[in-house]
């Protein structure tokens, strides 16, 4: 198990740590504390008939690559925050449908949806927004994912995370002038 020093939420990284292991009890508590979750959220995006599927998609794909996904969560924000992004995303993915850009500041290129002539530039873009986003920590580069690839406002955000929407709106102040330093577009 990793070291807990520093981490924000220790309880929800040793349960992730356990699951990854192949802890069948903590599999078990897992499951109940997020399958819900994950269930509510595929209904609320529109998979009113095949949201149970979506879920079991989600379980099956968390446990993809000997649960990698467990793997990279660190505990610098709540398991459940961690998870809603993670699903989101492959519910998006699988559904083809395209989260909305994150603008930076710098040159305006919708950076999901190629239009002829800008193929090229806009995946140089998305790949260094990519690059600025991973050398974020945890929290505030979740945070972001929430705002901008799941549409919700800083204060929702805020709350989902069980943070001040004080300090949410300071990590994205702080997260976007370092993305865009990071990025060249200062």
Known sequence: ????????????????????????????VFVDRVGPRILSLARRMGLRDGAEDAAAEVFVRILEKDAHVLKVYRGQAPLEAYLHIVTRRMILES??????????????????????????????????????????????????????LEGMSQREAAVRMGIPPGTASTWVSRSLRR??????DS
Do not use: T
């Open 1 to 28: 198990m990793p070291p807990m020093s520093g981490v924000a939420f220790p309880e929800d990284l040793a349960l992730a740590a356990r699951c990854a292991a192949g802890d069948p009890e903590a599999w078990r």
């Open 179 to 184: 993305m865009s330093r990071e990025m060249g």
């Open 95 to 148: 559904s083809g449908s395209l989260p909305r850009p994150l603008s930076l500041g710098g040159e305006a290129l919708d950076l999901f949806e190629a239009k002829e002539g800008d193929a090229h530039r806009i995946r140089e873009r998305r790949e260094s927004v990519k690059e600025a986003l991973a050398i974020l920590p945890e929290a505030p580069r979740a945070l972001l994912e929430l705002i901008y």
